[in-house]
């Protein structure tokens, strides 16, 4: 595995995230936090910063968090984040998908701007794990870049992706060096999506999805799990 190196990042890592995109970021990776279950165990693989922590503890105070973050320095700011009582339900664990504790399953899964850092053959099978780890009828909240090719945003958006892929392959070492096709990989899964939304002129896309045991029987797009 290629060795990340987000710790020199992690202090400017926010700072040029809105320089880019405004609030845009943070409000994908917001968007689909109202189909939380209550009482939820969630887990934040390549969590970051934490931006989502507080909201997610706030919204529901028997919510535990396992936080999966590979930088030890993106990890410490999560915490600042958090009040002391917030702490107390959060698991912090760094490393990647090896470290999980072995058979412990979910109800949510969140990857926000993580599955873009992944070559093909290694990203499918990551989501084969997470998948699996999810429980029956579970949620994965999917928020990340996506090129919408042949449209008129088509040119400064493959020019940006270009642009960042670069950056954080000198950066951080970053293991990818194009964005996935993540609608392939999704599509073979057993997952029904729920929730669609698009930000910053459909370059960054907010997916909630639900496991499902057989989707020929899905019966349409509603969520099921209590908003907020």
């Known amino acids: 595995m290629i060795k990340n190196r987000y ?4 202090p400017y890592y926010d700072f040029l995230a809105r320089i880019i995109f405004g609030k845009s970021l943070l409000q994908a990776k917001s968007h689909c936090l109202d189909f939380l279950p209550q009482g939820a165990k969630i887990l934040l693989i390549g969590g970051g910063t934490g931006q989502i922590l507080p909201a997610i503890l706030e919204g529901d105070r ?3 968090v396992v936080y999966l973050e590979k930088s030890s320095k993106m990890m410490a700011f999560a915490r600042r984040r958090l009040e002391q009582s917030m702490i ?7 490393g990647d998908e090896s470290k999980l504790p ?3 399953k979910f109800d949510v899964v969140i990857t926000n701007f993580f599955l873009d850092q992944f070559m093909e053959d290694r990203l499918g099978v990551l989501i084969n794990l997470l998948f699996d780890r999810l429980n029956t009828t579970g949620l994965w909240l999917f928020t990340d870049f996506q090129l919408q090719k042949g449209q008129a945003h088509y040119w400064w958006q493959n020019l940006l992706v270009k ?3 670069t950056f954080f392959k000198i950066t ?3 293991e990818a060096n194009r964005l996935p096709e993540f609608d392939h990989f999704f599509q073979d899964q057993n997952l029904q999506l729920v929730e669609e939304k698009y930000f910053f002129k459909k370059l960054i896309v ?4 639900r496991k499902s045991i057989d989707t020929s029987t899905a019966k349409g797009p509603e969520p099921i799990f209590k908003t907020v």
């Open 206 to 209: 907010s997916r909630a999805y």
């Open 172 to 174: 951080t070492n970053l």
């Open 88 to 94: 107390r339900r959060v698991s912090f664990i760094e």
């Open 102 to 104: 072995a058979v412990e």
């Open 62 to 64: 028997q919510a535990h």
């Open 163 to 165: 642009i960042m892929f």
């Open 7 to 10: 710790d020199r990042l992690a």
